[in-house]
């Protein structure tokens, strides 16, 4: 069993799009993260949402809108792609908020021509 | 300074070495300490957590020093699957996401 899922892996699009990245856990985790990381594969902390609520907020473009329809789920929205958002987008969960070691999903690798 | 400082590498060993990494951190307020493994193009997964007075797991140890505010991983006996990157990780204070650092590449070989 898969504990953190996202979908899709792999994701090549031009600039411009709107695009979505979905992730579900089944571990039930109470929170909920996006990370970003980019081509010098550092790891950094876009949102995070505790019991549906965000907590974490982090300086985002605002073309960047997390989601989260229950405590299981969190998907990401990108509007207006640009060339700098190409990057591996990390979703990981934990038992509570920010104490509690976390789990990361697959990755899904975006690609912006 | 960084919030969270941590040598890249690459440490390259041969198989059976031990080898150590160290990390620095800025905030002194800092709760919790991890280590975690990224292998290339996968997920970074957690290797282990850090008590203040330092922890094993097999052939891992890890350590704290809250005073000079660094975190060091041990990995003795080093195997061809242990070739990674470290990453060193901080929780700042309460409520507030884990700061990673870049990460130490190791690469052991045969």
């Known amino acids: 069993d898969t504990a953190v899922s996202q979908t899709p892996k792999y994701l090549v699009t031009q600039m411009g799009n709107d695009k979505s990245i979905k992730c579900e856990q089944n571990l039930g985790h109470d929170t909920m993260y996006w990370y970003k990381q980019d081509s010098k594969k550092f790891l950094k902390i876009m949102f995070s949402?505790?019991?549906?609520?965000?907590?974490i907020n982090e300086t985002v473009p605002n073309r960047f809108s997390p989601k989260s329809p229950d405590k299981a789920h969190l998907n990401l929205h990108i509007n207006s792609l640009e060339l700098g958002d190409s990057a591996v987008y990390f979703c990981?969960?934990?038992?509570?908020?920010?104490?509690?070691?976390?789990?990361f999903g697959p990755g899904t690798r975006l690609t912006v021509t | 300074r960084k919030e969270v400082e941590q040598d890249p590498g690459p440490f390259n060993v041969p198989e059976g070495a031990t080898v150590a990494f160290n990390c620095t951190y800025s905030n002194s307020a800092s709760q919790s300490f991890f280590w975690y493994r990224q292998d290339c193009r996968k997920e970074p997964k957690l290797l282990m957590s850090?008590?203040?007075s330092g922890n094993e797991d097999g052939r891992f140890t890890a350590q704290l020093n809250r005073a000079s505010q660094y975190i060091s991983l041990l990995i003795r006996d080093s195997k061809l699957s242990d070739s990674a990157t470290y990453l060193c990780?901080?929780?700042?204070?309460?409520?507030?996401?884990?700061?990673f650092g870049k990460g130490t590449t190791l690469s052991v070989s045969s």
């Open positions: 949402y505790n019991n549906k609520e965000l907590i």
């Open positions: 990981a969960s934990s038992p509570q908020a920010s104490y509690y070691e976390q789990y």
């Open positions: 990780v901080v929780t700042p204070q309460a409520g507030t996401a884990l700061i």
């Open positions: 850090v008590y203040s």
